[in-house]
């Protein structure tokens, strides 16, 4: 039987936290051992730390005082690094754990596998997999695209299991506001998330582009890591008039703009999870999605439409059918809540782990 749970990682990430606090809600304890309590740029991008509920906190340990928690462990506990490369310590955590004999497993992303620079990350992952594939007790990776990854580099099927990012659930209701008021009949798509290429904001432009005969408007919300560069593309594809920028906002302002819009749109090049996505479902929006985006495995039917990562005809055509389609109607964005809610809440989550990760026999 698992008395305790062990997660070392970087932050207590909001995107983690939430299963984490099932899982002691549970009756498991669990153990969150971070280096920091929130990096600078995360700050920046408006995460908080989230609320832990009965998690115990430990933050900013030396090794030695890790490997006084790893020796002080039952046989039975469960350690999960998380981001192995990006924890501190990650790496001697997974080695000290092995030789002691302890559960040790990874939770990671999938990497980007473009161009050379992929082919030579493929490689680094092989040869790392020769080293731990034998070794580690399970391996949790965002989404199906991560999963296929971690077993082309030669993990077994057995150790390799799909899972997911989380986020709070929002008390919100379902709202009739309008931030397009001169647009009554137009279809509201959203777009939230930093600007730069990986995000692919540029063929989400080209695509609208061509629909200008289609009733759609776009709001921005996100960084502009290159002041000005996407707003010229919009001017040049015609479509600036459609374009509304508001730039970072805080929560309650993001899920607001996702209970407003008919739809989000997330046209990543590459994207480790894509939490936004858990965002805009929660809120009761459907989403059309890349598939290098981890999040892209939770959609199907009602909840959206996966294409695939750069292939604009195929952008194109989703978004002229959910365009067709016209902006939502309230009891639509209810069952997609309710559906959302069985697979990515945070209970739901939590379950998951419960059985891709604790084994049966401790």
């Given at each position: 039987m698992v008395k305790t749970i062990y997660f070392w990682q970087n932050i207590p990430s909001p995107h983690q936290v939430p299963y984490q606090r099932e899982l002691a809600e549970m009756g498991y304890r669990v153990v969150l051992v971070?280096?920091?309590?929130?990096?600078?740029n995360r700050t920046k991008m408006g995460w908080e730390v989230p609320s832990l509920g009965k998690i115990e906190l430990r933050v900013n340990l030396s090794w030695a005082e890790k490997q006084q928690i790893l020796d002080k462990e039952d046989l039975g506990d469960i350690n999960l690094v998380s981001g192995v490369r990006g924890c501190r310590d990650g790496g001697r955590i997974t080695d000290y754990c092995i030789a002691q004999g302890l559960y040790v497993g990874w939770i990671v992303e999938s990497w980007d596998n473009r161009g050379w620079r992929g082919f030579l990350r493929w490689w680094r992952y092989r040869i790392e997999a020769l080293r731990y594939r034998n070794r580690l007790s399970r391996i949790l990776v965002m989404g199906d695209k991560g999963v296929s990854a971690y077993r082309s580099v030669g993990y077994s099927d057995s150790l390799v299991k799909r899972f997911g990012y989380v986020v709070d659930a929002p008390n919100v209701q379902v709202s009739d506001k309008r931030f397009y008021a001169q647009h009554k009949k137009a279809v509201e798509i959203v777009y939230v998330g930093s600007l730069y290429h990986g995000k692919g904001i540029d063929l989400l432009f080209d695509a609208l582009s061509r629909l200008q005969d289609k009733e759609w408007v776009l709001r921005i919300i996100g960084e502009e890591r290159e002041p000005g560069r996407y707003r010229e593309i919009a001017k040049n594809l015609g479509i600036a008039d459609r374009l509304l920028w508001e730039g970072v906002q805080n929560k309650i302002r993001v899920y607001d703009a996702l209970m407003a819009a008919d739809l989000l749109v997330l046209p990543s090049r590459y994207d480790g999870w894509g939490a936004v996505v858990n965002e805009a479902l929660l809120c009761g929006t459907p989403v059309v999605c890349s598939d290098a985006a981890g999040a892209s495995c939770v959609l199907s039917e009602e909840l959206g439409d996966v294409f695939p990562s750069e292939d604009l005809d195929s952008l194109k055509s989703l978004l002229a059918a959910r365009i067709l389609r016209g902006p939502i109607s309230k009891e639509l964005r209810?069952?997609?809540?309710?559906?959302?809610?069985?697979?990515i809440s945070a209970r739901a989550m939590a379950d998951l782990l419960c059985k891709s990760a604790l084994p049966s026999n401790r």
């Open positions: 971070v280096d920091l309590e929130m990096l600078p209810e069952r997609i809540r309710a559906n959302a809610d069985l697979r």
